[in-house]
């Protein structure tokens, strides 16, 4: 009698920056699931008791962040991260060891990073996702052209590279993720979001009910906060649900008694709550964006001061009249939330095709059977 096969193993680690490559792995960690994978997750911090709220029944290991830190001043963003370039070259180097020593021990077949550059070794099938194929430098087209050749070598030294977007018209990262180069190894997997569809199809929203999503790193995600927090206490004509994205934090006191204020809260939590309100205030990152569009939400977006991609995510939506977006040092709640209303919102269309033949594809070349 033939014995059945194990289940493939598969390491699936994303980077910790901000909550966003988390939540984009939601998907692609059911989609392994389902598909009868034994799953390993790792991480530390936000990132990984975000994903274990998810999924409690996966072992988590240990991996150490790149714990970059973070200008207070969107001018200093760009100057504080490439400052701290040796920094994160050693992070991907001790994360590469990490990587051979742990597969000694678990034999993984495939290993799914996300924004994690070090996780690639000989004899390990390796993927890694992005959306931005494109880095936006800041400093200019040149500086731009010459980041777009030194990313697109450091992809194609893993065997897959996933990019999370949809092929085509029909996308949402723009430039970012359909430069003129583009790796030889991408595969595109389409959008990704945590809600793969309505959860409550038959609800409907309510305007004066507002949804405020936070995320990405420190201290950028609490100055907003308190920014918001100020200006909420007045306006008494709406009822603001605000999910800090900060799953160690503590619920502040002497809140307003038209604020439900939570920490952070799982897939299906916070899509209740999303279903429930006519608006999400947020940044524009771009998992957040594709949230927003799994949903078919509207939303007021205020990009993180200093960063490229998000500041040129939400101009992009702005011109293109799906979303109302507006800088943070500008933000007046009770003039921008009546505008953003008035903008139809995100609408890209959510196809898991992709992402199942990529699966498919990995696992092949995995065993040695792909072309």
């Known amino acids: 009698m033939t014995q059945p096969k194990p289940p493939l193993k598969v390491l699936v680690a994303p980077l910790d920056w901000g909550l966003g490559h988390a939540t984009r792995c939601i998907p692609i960690i059911r989609q392994l699931l389902l598909n009868g994978y034994n799953v390993t997750l790792a991480g530390e911090g936000k990132s990984a008791m975000l994903l274990q709220s998810n999924f409690p029944e996966l072992n988590m290991l240990p991996l150490k962040g790149y714990n970059i830190t973070y200008s207070k001043t969107g001018a200093g963003f760009v100057f504080r991260i490439l400052t701290q370039i040796p920094k994160i070259l050693n992070a991907i180097r001790n994360e ?33 996702m992005t959306h931005q194929l494109q880095i936006l430098s800041g400093t200019g087209t040149l500086a731009d052209k010459i980041m777009l050749r030194l990313h697109k070598k450091v992809l194609e030294k893993f065997d897959t590279c996933w990019v999370v977007d949809n092929e085509g018209d029909n996308n949402l990262g723009g430039k970012l993720a359909h430069p003129k180069l583009v790796p030889s190894n991408a595969t595109y997997i389409g959008l990704q979001s945590q809600f793969t569809k309505k959860p409550h199809p038959q609800q409907s929203s309510d305007n004066n009910q ?14 907003l906060e308190e920014k918001l927090l100020t200006q909420i206490g007045t306006l008494t004509g709406y009822h603001f649900h605000l999910v800090a994205g900060n799953p160690s934090g503590n619920k502040p006191e002497n809140l307003p008694a038209h604020l439900d204020y939570y920490t952070h809260l799982n897939a299906e939590k916070l899509g209740i709550i999303i279903e429930q309100c006519g608006l999400v205030i947020c940044r524009s990152g771009y998992s957040t964006l594709m949230d927003l569009a799994a949903l078919d939400k509207k939303a007021l977006l205020i990009p993180t001061p200093g960063q490229t991609e998000q500041l040129y995510l939400g101009k992009k939506l702005m011109t293109d009249n799906r979303c109302y977006c507006v800088e943070q040092n500008k933000i007046d709640l009770s003039v921008d939330i009546p505008k953003a209303l008035t903008y139809p919102g995100i609408f890209a269309k959510q196809d898991q095709k992709n992402l199942d033949a990529a699966v498919c594809r990995a696992t092949k070349l995995a065993m040695g059977n792909g072309d």
Do not use: A
């Not at 990587?99 to 990073?113: A, D, G, P, R, T």
């Not at 507002?210 to 100055?223: A, D, K, Q, Y």
């Open 96 to 128: 590469r060891n990490w990587l051979k020593q742990i597969q000694k021990k678990h034999s993984f077949n495939f290993v799914i990073s996300d924004n994690r550059y070090g996780l690639k070794i000989d004899g390990l099938h390796s993927i890694i």
């Open 210 to 223: 507002i949804l405020i999503l936070l995320s990405g790193p420190e201290p950028m995600r609490t100055l």
